[in-house]
């Protein structure tokens, strides 16, 4: 329960700091981009170790959805990665 | 083992690539990456807002293991393939529960981006080029080099396994001597 909580807590805080369409699809590659990312590494934000992956429902390219708990019974190795 | 990929934002938008206004173009451009990176496993399209990529961080290229009951066993923040064989290794040793390596890698492997980063960054030629140089200095102009390069580098830098122990201490000898060298240089000089 404990767990959960500290959990719930986590995404709330995550969502508050989100940014807006415009902010995360940026027309040109900035310095403040760079800088960002590097702010990320240092903070390790992200999905803490031991913490149960948020689960999420999205389409595939093929257009069948995949939820990421359906994967559950073996190891994935989950990438996000841009077209350019 | 399950591989799942999820199209995030352009990372370098060009005129080729435009930022992303409608979830056809990024389905268009998701399906084209599975083509061209010829990637065999799932390939996911996020939403426009980036609400998944968000939720874990945000980052330009990040990736997780996660165990058999669904928890993060690792988190490698910039994808570093040989780190990753090396957890994939651990966590299939420990029948692929827990956490693996310490749980979190966030070491800027730049070799690998820049050897690897051509592919990416071309596409959105000339503005794409433009503003990483004019943002990091280098490091456009780096990734071209790299690219020209590939031949002599991707062995070192874009290897999928870790290199071997007696490698590593042969690499660690020559940038010793290396170092050496220099030195003794600008001594004589």
Redesign the interface.
């Known amino acids: 329960m404990a767990m959960q909580k500290v959990e719930v807590a986590r995404?709330l805080v995550?969502r508050d700091s989100?940014?807006?369409?415009d902010e995360?699809?940026?027309?040109?590659?900035?310095?403040k981009?760079?800088l960002s990312?590097m702010q990320?590494?240092?903070e390790?934000?992200?999905?803490?170790?031991?913490?149960?992956?948020?689960?999420?429902e999205?389409?595939?390219?093929e257009g069948a959805p995949?939820r990421?708990?359906e994967?559950?019974?073996?190891?994935?190795?989950?990438?996000?990665?841009?077209?350019? | 083992m399950h591989f799942v990929d999820v199209v995030i934002r352009q990372a370098h938008p060009g005129p080729a690539v435009p930022a992303y206004h409608s979830l056809e173009q990024k389905w268009h451009d998701a399906w084209r990456y599975q083509q061209e990176e010829s990637i065999p496993w799932t390939v996911l399209i996020d939403d426009l807002e980036g609400t998944t990529h968000q939720i874990y961080g945000g980052l330009a290229d990040p990736t997780y293991l996660i165990d058999r009951d669904g928890y993060v066993a690792f988190y490698n923040m910039w994808s570093h393939v040989p780190t990753l064989h090396r957890a994939m290794a651990a966590l299939i040793g420990r029948d692929g529960r827990g956490v693996v390596m310490g749980g979190i890698d966030s070491t800027l492997h730049l070799l690998p981006s820049i050897t690897a980063g051509w592919r990416g960054l071309r596409r959105g030629l000339p503005q794409s080029f433009i503003d990483l140089e004019t943002s990091a200095p280098t490091l456009a102009s780096g990734t071209w080099l790299g690219h020209r390069l590939r031949p002599l580098l991707a062995p070192l830098a874009l290897r999928a396994k870790p290199l071997p122990g007696p490698v590593r201490f042969g690499f660690a000898v020559g940038l010793v001597l290396l170092a050496a060298g220099i030195r003794r240089m600008r001594r004589i000089r």
Do not use: W
């Open positions: 995404q995550s989100r940014l807006s369409h995360y699809n940026f027309e040109h590659f900035r310095a981009h760079l990312d990320a590494t240092l390790k934000r992200g999905v803490p170790p031991g913490a149960p992956a948020p689960d999420f999205l389409p595939r390219v995949l990421l708990s994967l559950r019974g073996k190891p994935t190795l989950l990438h996000f990665g841009s077209f350019t």
